[in-house]
C-alpha cells in the first residue's frame, strides 16, 4: 500500500494564495466551492481544509501529519510541532502580517499602559493577555467571534486584529498604537510524522520546493548574446544572485549569458543591455527558484 502525507491546507483568506502556491511548486490542488477535501494530482499528498486557527492542534494532536498556519496559531494554541519552513506568503502581499492593538482615532490611548483597566476584543486572546503582562498592564481581554473592527468603541475600548497593510483600519477610522506580535505562514508537522522516515522525506521536498516558489516570485530570467568584446559591459549591468552564467557560441567571437533578476528592473534594465551591446534577448518567467 502507497503511504500518504496527511496535510491540513488553510481555509478562507489564504486559500487561493495557497492553491497558487502549491501550483507554481508544482502541485495542482483543485476544489469545489463547497469541498472541504481538495484534490491534488500527487497520490502520495491527501489534503483537507481547516481554519487555520485549528491546524496547529490538529497536526498536534496527530489527525494530521501536518498543515499550513500561521505562527501566531501556532503560539496562541500553544501547539507543540515541529517547523519545517517559513513560508511567507499572504492573501496579499509576500510579507508578515502584523496584530495590532487599534483604538479609535479620537481615543486618547496611544501606548499599552494606556490600556490599564480597558476592555479588548481579539481572536488572538492568550496572546494578548502575555502582551498585555509583559507590558504590566491588566485589562480584560474578550474573545471575537467576527467583525472586531465594529466593535470599538460601543462595545470594547480597544481591539487587537491582524492587518497587512492597516487600509482597513483606516477604512473604519481606527489608527494603530502598538504591534502584538508579526507573524507569518508556517509549514508545521507533528513529532511521529517527523520522525517518519519516508513522511519527513517528503515534507522536506514540500518545503523546499514551495520555498522555491516563494523566492521565484518577483524575478524573471534573461538570457541573451553578447559579442564577446562587449561582455565587460554588459555583465556591469546585471545584478545577478551569483553571478550571470557565461558560455560560448559556435561563433567564438560570441558567448551567451544568462541570469537571474527582479522583476521591477527589466523595464529599466533591457534598453541598458540593448544599448551595451546585447543582442537576442529573451525575458522569460519563474515558477522555483531553488539555491
Request: include cysteine; aromatic fraction near 6%.
Amino acid at each position: 500500500m502507497s503511504q500518504t502525507l496527511k496535510i491540513a491546507l488553510p481555509k478562507g483568506s489564504l486559500q487561493e494564495s495557497t492553491y497558487r502556491l502549491f501550483e507554481r511548486a508544482g502541485w495542482k490542488i483543485s476544489a469545489s466551492s463547497r469541498s472541504y477535501f481538495p484534490r491534488t494530482d500527487d497520490p502520495e499528498l491527501e489534503a483537507i481544509l481547516i481554519r487555520a486557527q485549528e491546524i496547529a492542534q490538529y497536526v498536534q494532536d496527530g489527525v494530521m501529519d501536518c498543515g499550513l498556519t500561521g505562527r501566531d496559531w501556532v503560539a496562541e494554541n500553544d501547539a507543540d510541532v515541529i517547523e519545517v519552513a517559513p513560508l511567507v506568503y499572504a492573501k496579499q502581499e509576500a510579507r508578515p502580517v502584523r496584530w495590532v492593538v487599534a483604538v479609535p482615532n479620537d481615543s486618547p490611548m496611544n501606548s499599552a499602559q494606556d490600556l490599564q483597566g480597558k476592555r479588548i476584543a481579539t481572536e488572538l486572546v492568550k496572546t494578548t493577555q502575555k502582551y498585555l503582562a509583559r507590558n504590566g498592564v491588566t485589562a480584560h481581554v474578550e474573545f471575537s467571534w467576527g467583525a472586531t473592527e465594529a466593535k470599538v468603541p460601543t462595545l470594547v475600548d480597544a481591539i487587537v486584529d491582524v492587518t497587512e497593510t492597516g487600509s482597513s483600519l483606516r477604512a473604519n477610522n481606527l489608527r494603530i498604537i502598538d504591534t502584538v506580535i508579526e507573524s507569518v505562514t508556517v509549514l508545521v508537522a507533528n513529532k511521529t510524522a517527523w520522525n517518519d522516515p519516508w513522511k519527513r522525506r517528503k515534507l522536506e521536498q514540500l518545503a523546499m520546493l514551495l520555498q522555491g516558489a516563494l523566492r521565484a516570485e518577483g524575478k524573471v530570467g534573461l538570457k541573451m548574446n553578447v559579442p564577446e568584446d562587449h561582455l565587460g559591459r554588459v555583465t556591469s549591468l546585471l545584478p545577478a544572485m551569483k553571478g550571470p552564467t557565461v558560455s560560448k557560441l559556435s561563433d567564438s567571437t560570441w558567448v551567451a549569458v544568462e541570469t537571474v533578476i527582479d522583476e521591477k528592473i527589466v523595464r529599466e534594465i533591457i534598453p541598458q543591455l540593448k544599448a551595451a551591446g546585447a543582442q537576442d534577448i529573451i525575458e522569460y518567467p519563474l515558477n522555483k527558484v531553488i539555491p
